[in-house]
Structures are given as C-alpha cells and as structure tokens.
C-alpha cells in the first residue's frame, strides 16, 4: 500500500492516524518466495515533530507459510511487530543520518510512504532462525524421502559415516554371537 504523507511533511507538529493494509501476496527474500496467509489492517500513527523528524508508529501481525525445517510441511508462523521509526525531515536522498539510508527505502522523493516495504523490513528483521512444524519433527528420511510423521519407511537407518567404517568392521570381527 502506498501512502501519501506530503501533508504531514508540510505541517510542523501534525500528526495522522490511518488505517492500513498489507497488499503483499507473498513475502519474498533470498530464502525463497512464502506466502502470506493473513495480513490484519492496523493503525499507523505519522507525525511530524516540529518541522525536523518524522515518526511513525503503530503496530499489526502478519501470518506468513514457511516450510518446517525438517519435514518441508507448510507452518502458518505469526509477526507480530512494532513499528517505531523517526525519520528526518531533511531531504530522503541526502545522506546526514544513519536512517536516512533506511527511510530512503520505504520513503520516496514525492512524500509517498511504502507500508509494503516498512512491514517487509520487519518481517526480515523477525525471520525465525528455524521453523518446526511440532517440537518432536521426525523429518524426512535421507533415502526415500518419506515424511516421518506421517509413515514409516523400510529404510536402513543404521548408516555410517564412511570415515567410521574400519571401526564397524572392528566391531563386527569381535562380536559375540
């Protein structure tokens, strides 16, 4: 969605509250293309703060479909953030603060706000470092493929690491039978 906040630019110390939408379909980084199931409206707070910073606040969730970590089904993972940003009012493409490398990536020359970009910067700021579908996921099996939760394959399980193996033989000549 995109937002036009060139009348909050304009005016010190006015502030807006409007309510907005996620129109992004899917989430897309260099892990891949996820989709989002539900993206709640939420209010967003912008205020100009006497003529030199602009702030922007508010808060929503977002439900994004992430493949399990271990057995690839599809997991709805909820976001939940929080937006506090200042930004200063100086010119977007004029590099005088640390934020105005970031403002410059959801803010555009013509005072138009991105709110997709602003919520994709926290949904990549809050990826999870690993997504279970359960916390006892058996996963997949190395051969067949087989979901583990699902069924159980005829697979040998028992495999080694090929730099162990002299010592399976070892084991193997001094069993007891």
């Known amino acids: 969605m995109k937002l036009d906040i060139s009348d909050v630019y304009s005016l010190d110390n006015k502030e807006v509250t409007r309510k907005v939408h996620i129109d992004m379909a899917e989430f897309q980084s260099r892990q891949g293309t996820f989709p989002i199931q539900a993206g709640e409206p939420f209010n967003l707070t912008i205020a100009n703060e006497e003529g030199k910073r602009l702030r922007l606040s508010g808060e929503g969730d977002v439900t994004v479909q992430i493949p399990c970590d271990r057995c690839l089904q599809e997991v709805d993972v909820p976001f939940h953030f929080e937006i506090e940003k200042t930004v200063s009012l100086a010119d977007v493409s004029e590099e005088t603060e640390d934020d105005s490398d970031e403002a410059a990536s959801y803010i555009d020359e013509e005072r138009v706000l991105d709110v997709d970009r602003l919520i994709f910067n926290e949904i990549l700021v809050n990826w999870p470092a690993k997504v279970l579908c359960r916390p006892d996921c058996k996963g997949i099996c190395p051969k067949c493929g087989t979901n583990l939760n699902l ?20 084991f193997n000549k001094f069993k007891e039978v």
């Open 151 to 170: 069924a159980t394959c005829d697979c040998e399980q028992g495999e080694l690491d090929p730099r162990m193996a002299q010592f399976q033989d070892v």
